[in-house]
Each structure stands twice: as structure tokens, then as C-alpha cells.
């Protein structure tokens, strides 16, 4: 009797010490994942699944709903650290792949959990698989709302928020009525709900995104309801930091950075709101200060992923020395990110590494997986770095290929230009400049400069014909004809033909009292 007594209070004991050390991983998880610390959190969240399915094997009540729940928190943490990594295809397929393995498998421990499916059709939705996302949002709604069920009063209230949420997210237009029919839900039943008016907010974001006009740049409706959310709970800094993302959606950057500040304030470790200041501050080109958040992120997460990123501060901070000591000491916890070795070849480029720099460059173009992500500039880059090499002809061909995939990279065009002027082919300059003129337009000073360079040339006929449209803005442009003229004469029958742009411009500088410039 008593050997069965202290058996009996042995494992009541034993079960308060698992239920406290599970507990304890719950809050730990959801701090780390609050922080971004993913891979860390994924780490005490399979403790949490182990405890789960331990739970299971005693028949434990609730258990089924309460692994399913650690399955959803599982895969909500691969689908953030997915959506973290913007930059690095591979991982975010693989952490994408992993938090859909996750909800599919809390779906199987207990189908009544509409989460899981809420969670699944986040991933459907990030694929642009539109139609599977409103199936699993269609059914996770019927579940959420489905008496029979006896879910608890939160957990409804969060699938339907989840459904808004995921719709609001990655839905199309027709979509939103259906998030705002859940919105509305949550409304009714608890209007002190503390996280509805965010979501709200999240959810005017969107619709603004569909609208025209004025109306687009319109920030007041989700600010409203983020405000709402405030006035529930003045502590909520997720509602702050959202509206500091609203402002830098139309680059107020102030305003914006106003808003940060006070997220920090409330909350001095919330990992996000540096991360979100050291990006608006990136974006502001404030760099130093950039650098500057970005360490005070850094200390609160010092994932692999962020400290890689980190590298990238310190090369738009012109400080290549350290960017290089980063970058060299980050790479091998994470290999394949494509993104770094883009970083490495623009720092080598600058530190005159060229060698190194090049190879590099060939690295990022292996191993990013997505050409989506290459940008002219990244031609660019190996363009000069191969240059640098006096490889030129290949050099101004990489250049040039980068401009031809993509249109935004503009400045290709001056520097083939550049280099063509380094080694005086006043042809290939004259050429380049015209190309130039003719895709992005240009202004009376580069039509001086094509034609300057086509009289280099000794295409004398065609520059005197581009002076001619510049003549009214450049007094020079008169000189510039008349010696074009000259240089068109024929010694054996010679005709003046430079004479009268001669006369030309000495009455114009006579008549603006300018002196004469030096000639070329």
C-alpha cells in the first residue's frame, strides 16, 4: 500500500514536472518565433511535438486537440522563416515544402482543428494555387463556425481571423468580402478582441491595393482600425509597428521611422521593429544608420540567416573591409545562399579583389535557382570585374546583356560608355550615347555629348547635324558646327562652309557679353 502511495505520488509529481517543463517550451517557442529566431524555435517546437505525441500514447484529454495545435504553431514557424528569406529561393521552397508537412500532419491528428487547414492555405496562397486556398479557407470557416464541434470561443474566434487574415493576404479582389465577412464575425462575438483590428487593418491594406486615384496612396482606413486596436490595448505593438509599415509603403519615411521608434519603446526586444527601422533606414539610403538598427536587431537575433543579411548593411555602408570579415565568416553556416555570393563579387569589386570578385559573381549566377532574381546590375558587376581584368570586349558584352534583361538596369549605358572612353574609341562612345538617347531620352547635354563625340569620331556630317538640335540651349554647340563644317572642307575646293556658324557665334556671345570657352 504504501510502495503503491509513493508510486502514485511519484508520477503526480513527475506529470506537474513534464507539464511545467511543457510550458515552459511553449513560451520559449513563441518568444523565439516572435523574434524570428526560426531555427531555434523549430528546435523547441519538436520538443513540443515529442511531448505531444507522448501525451497521445497516454490518452491524455485534449491531447489530440493539443498536438494538432503544436503541429500549426510548427509550420506557422517554418511558413515566417520562409517568408524571411525572400532572398534565398532554395530555403524558402524547403521551409515553404516544411510548414505544409506540418498543418497536413496536425490536419491528421484532428481534422476539427481548422487551423491546420488555415495554415495550409497560406502556402496554397504564397504558390498562387488561388482556388485550393479557398477550398481550405471555405472549410476551416464551416469547421469554425460549427456548433457541433465545441471549439472553444478563442479558438474560433482565431480560425476566423485566420481566414481573413490568409484571404486578405493572398486573395484576389472578390476575395475580400469573404474576409470581411469573418471580420465581422469576430466583431460580433467579441469586439474587445485584441488582435481583430489589426487584422482589420492588414485587411484595408489590401483593399487599398486594388483602389485607383488618390485613393490608393489612401493610409486613413487601415489606420483607423489599427488605432482601434491601440485603444483596446495601448500596448500593442504590433498595431504600431504595422502602421510604420504603412508609411513606408509610400516612403514617408519620417513618419514611418516615428512609428518604429515608439514600437520599440513599448517594447525594447521586439526583434521586428529594429529589423523593420534598419529596412526603412536601408531604403532612405541612411546607411550608417541602417548598420547602426540592424546591430541592435542583431542582438536579438543572431540566426545565421541574419547575420548573412548584415553583411549586405555593411557594404551599402561602404565599410568593404567589414562586410568582407562577415561575409567570410557567416558563409559556411548556410552555403547556398545565392545572395551572398552576389555580395562577395559587388565587395571585391570594390576592394579591388577582381579575380576573386569574378568568381564569385560565377557562383551567384549557379546557384541562385530562380533567374527572376538576377539583375542587370549582377551583369554589370562581372562586366567591370572582367574589365578590371582587361578583358574588355567580354567585359562591355556581359554589361550589355544586362541591360538587355532587364530594363530597369539604366546605368549600363554609361558605363560602357566609360569604358569605351578610357581607351579613346570615340565611335563606339558616339554609338552608345545615341543608344542611350534613344531608350531613355536625354537632355540637351547628352545630345552635346553624343555629338562631341561623333566630331571625335570624324563623323563630322552627323555631328553637325546633332548640334543643330542643340544650338538654341549651347552657344558651344555654334562653335562645335562651325569646326564640323571645317573639318568637311575639301582643300582643293574649299568653300567656307564653317564661315557663317563662324559669324554666327560671335554675334551670340557678343550679344550675351560671354567669353569665348577653350576650344576643342
Known amino acids: 500500500m504504501n510502495y503503491r502511495i509513493k508510486l502514485g505520488t511519484m508520477m503526480a509529481v513527475l506529470f506537474a514536472m513534464v507539464v511545467k517543463v511543457n510550458a515552459q517550451t511553449i513560451e520559449s517557442a513563441a518568444l523565439l518565433k516572435r523574434n524570428e529566431q526560426f531555427e531555434k524555435a523549430s528546435s523547441e517546437y519538436g520538443k513540443l511535438i515529442g511531448f505531444g505525441n507522448a501525451a497521445m500514447g497516454r490518452q491524455e484529454p485534449e491531447a489530440a486537440m493539443k498536438l494538432s495545435t503544436i503541429y500549426y504553431q510548427t509550420g506557422d514557424n517554418y511558413m515566417r522563416w520562409a517568408l524571411s528569406e525572400s532572398e534565398n529561393a532554395s530555403l ?37 494555387d488561388v482556388n485550393g486556398m479557398d477550398a481550405k479557407l471555405t472549410y476551416a470557416n464551416t469547421q469554425a463556425l460549427d456548433k457541433k464541434l465545441k471549439l472553444s470561443k478563442e479558438l474560433t474566434q482565431e480560425a ?11 486573395g484576389r479582389k472578390e476575395d475580400l468580402a469573404k474576409a470581411n465577412l469573418a471580420l465581422n464575425e469576430v466583431l460580433k462575438r467579441n469586439p474587445k478582441n485584441r488582435d481583430l483590428f489589426v487584422v482589420w487593418g492588414d485587411y484595408e491594406d ?15 482606413k487601415a489606420i483607423e482600425q489599427y488605432n482601434k486596436a491601440m485603444t483596446i490595448d495601448p500596448l500593442n505593438v504590433t498595431a504600431v509597428l504595422k502602421k510604420g509599415v504603412l508609411y513606408k ?3 514617408n519615411w519620417d513618419k514611418a521611422l516615428e512609428f518604429y521608434n515608439e514600437a520599440i519603446k513599448i517594447e525594447p526586444n521586439f526583434a521586428p521593429a529594429y529589423r523593420e527601422k534598419a529596412e526603412l533606414l536601408k531604403s532612405a539610403q541612411r546607411f550608417a544608420q541602417a548598420v547602426e538598427a540592424y546591430e541592435a536587431y542583431l ?18 555602408a561602404k565599410d568593404y573591409s567589414k562586410a568582407m570579415m562577415e561575409l567570410e565568416r557567416t558563409l559556411p553556416c548556410n552555403p547556398n545562399n545565392a545572395v551572398m555570393y552576389r555580395v562577395l563579387a559587388y565587395t571585391c569589386l570594390e576592394t579591388g579583389d577582381y579575380a576573386k570578385g569574378l568568381v564569385n559573381i560565377d557562383d551567384f549566377f549557379s546557384k541562385v535557382q530562380d533567374t527572376k532574381y538576377i539583375t542587370g546590375a549582377d551583369y554589370g558587376v562581372k562586366g567591370k570585374l572582367l574589365n578590371a581584368l582587361g578583358q574588355d570586349s567580354l567585359g562591355i558584352a556581359m554589361i550589355a546583356k544586362g541591360m538587355e534583361v532587364d530594363t530597369a538596369y ?36 547628352d545630345y552635346f555629348n553624343w555629338a562631341q563625340n561623333l566630331y571625335l569620331s570624324k563623323n563630322y556630317m552627323r555631328a553637325d547635324s546633332v548640334f543643330a538640335t542643340i544650338e538654341e540651349q549651347y552657344f558651344e554647340a555654334t562653335l562645335m558646327r562651325a569646326k564640323a563644317n571645317n573639318r568637311m572642307e575639301v582643300a582643293e575646293d574649299f568653300k567656307g562652309l564653317g564661315k557663317p556658324h563662324f559669324e554666327k557665334y560671335i554675334t551670340r556671345i557678343a550679344e550675351a557679353e560671354v567669353n569665348i570657352p577653350g576650344t576643342i
Request: glycine residues 8%; positive net charge.
Open 160 to 170: 476566423l481571423l485566420g481566414v481573413a487574415s490568409t484571404y486578405s493576404s493572398y
Open 299 to 316: 542582438k536579438l537575433n543572431n540566426s545565421c540567416s541574419a547575420s548573412q543579411r548584415y553583411a549586405t548593411f555593411l557594404f551599402l
Open 410 to 445: 539604366k546605368s549600363g549605358y554609361d558605363e560602357i560608355i566609360e569604358l569605351y572612353k578610357k581607351v579613346k574609341k570615340f565611335d563606339k562612345v558616339a554609338m552608345w550615347s545615341e543608344k542611350k538617347i534613344k531608350r531613355l531620352g536625354g537632355k540637351p547635354l
Open 249 to 251: 509603403q509610400v516612403e
Open 206 to 220: 489590401a483593399a487599398r491595393k486594388y483602389a485607383t486615384g488618390i485613393e490608393a496612396s489612401n493610409l486613413s
Open 92 to 128: 524558402v521552397l524547403e521551409k515553404m515544402d516544411s510548414a505544409m508537412m506540418m498543418f497536413e500532419k496536425g490536419a491528421r491528428i484532428l481534422d476539427a482543428n481548422p487551423m491546420n487547414h488555415i495554415g495550409a492555405a497560406g502556402v496554397l496562397g504564397w504558390k498562387k
